[in-house]
């Protein structure tokens, strides 16, 4: 099995920005620690402004890292993601074409509650929490929402080969019922949390059916005691946006947190046979940390960095490590050293 990273440059759910600044000398950097203090084998790179997309991935290509160019509309309909989707195919075979290493074009992200027009909601947040809390219409209307989803996607993938000749995937969701067929990977978000925990090996089996290669696209965990048990959703222990964003209750900071799910996680996909499995991420740019608990956002980072939310004496700290970052660096010098073996 190998071990990848996602990499944010910026997506918009609810118009909301997940990073304000994107200077490509800092992501250079950046792809630099991500090929030799963790030695990964790829990098999802995922943002929903085109350019900053095709900018890093460049950068990713040029330490010698498989990109998956992942580029995550928010808030579109079916034919504006398609024509975001079209746009990136050039891009990425663009890229394929010049570099010497893998290219896998991703079309979206759980794109049921991200794009409009298929869960009931008014923007990504609305559709998070009618997920959260079905009631009997959506039970009733759900099989015609996966029809919708699934014609949406063979059609996006039938529109990226005319331009892409790369291997291509889709990061689901484990509710979103994909059908494969039209694509060369297996992708989904495969979190563990206390409400799947017990079910999570035959979710992990089922996806295997296929008869294609298994991506998980995404896995990881907060920075606070308990977040393992949360999973995915982490992350909802923050309030408001931008400047004005709070934590909803105290909580304890705990690296180790994430250490344990990584591991723990690691060792499942790799005795399910999981091709590559990328951790959800390298930074929450938008999470910064503080000293004060309760003023401290990268407790609901998934990243294994933090990112400075006070000045620093170092004026040239970008990012610090996390427990996470190390352990990252050692499991996968460890898995290199197996494969040798």
């Not at 995922?46 to 040029?62: E, Q, S």
């Not at 009618?130 to 209307?141: I, T, V």
């Amino acid at each position: 099995m190998r071990i990848g990273i996602h990499y944010d440059t910026g997506f918009f759910p609810g118009g909301r920005s997940s990073r304000t600044s994107f200077d490509a000398g800092q992501v250079a950097l950046d792809m630099k620690a991500i090929a030799g203090d963790l030695n990964c084998a790829a990098v999802r790179i995922v943002g929903g402004d085109l350019d900053r997309l095709t900018v890093a991935a460049g950068l990713a290509a040029a330490e010698d890292l498989e990109v998956w160019f992942s580029p995550m509309p928010c808030e579109l309909d079916a034919d504006e993601m398609l024509a975001v989707f079209d746009d990136c195919a050039a891009r990425a075979e663009a890229l394929r074409r010049q570099s010497a290493g893998k290219i896998v074009l991703v079309l979206g992200c759980e794109v049921s509650l991200f794009g409009r027009g298929f869960l009931p909601g008014a923007d990504a947040y609305a559709r998070i929490a009618r997920l959260s809390a079905p009631g009997p219409e959506l039970f009733a209307e759900y099989p015609a929402i996966v029809r919708r989803l699934n014609a949406f996607l063979s059609r996006a993938a039938e529109t990226a080969r005319a331009k892409f000749a790369g291997p291509l995937t889709y990061a689901s969701g484990p509710w979103e019922q994909i059908d494969w067929a039209p694509f060369d990977i297996v992708g989904v978000d495969a979190y563990r949390d206390r409400g799947n925990a017990s079910t999570f090996d035959r979710q992990l089996d089922e996806l295997f059916v296929h008869g294609r290669p298994v991506a998980v696209t995404e896995f990881g965990c907060c920075t606070y005691r308990g977040a393992g048990e949360r999973g995915g959703n982490g992350w909802a222990i923050v309030k408001g946006h931008g400047e004005n964003q709070w934590l909803d209750g105290d909580y304890v900071r705990d690296e180790s947190e994430q250490v344990a799910y990584q591991r723990e996680l690691l060792e499942i996909y790799q005795r399910h046979g999981v091709d590559i499995a990328f951790w959800f991420t390298f930074a929450s740019w938008n999470r910064p940390h503080r000293q004060h608990p309760r003023d401290d956002m990268d407790l609901a980072s998934f990243g294994v960095v933090k990112v400075p939310g006070e000045p620093s004496p170092a004026a040239s700290l970008r990012w610090s490590p996390k427990a996470i970052f190390h352990e990252f660096a050692k499991i996968t010098r460890e898995l290199d050293a197996r494969r040798l073996s």
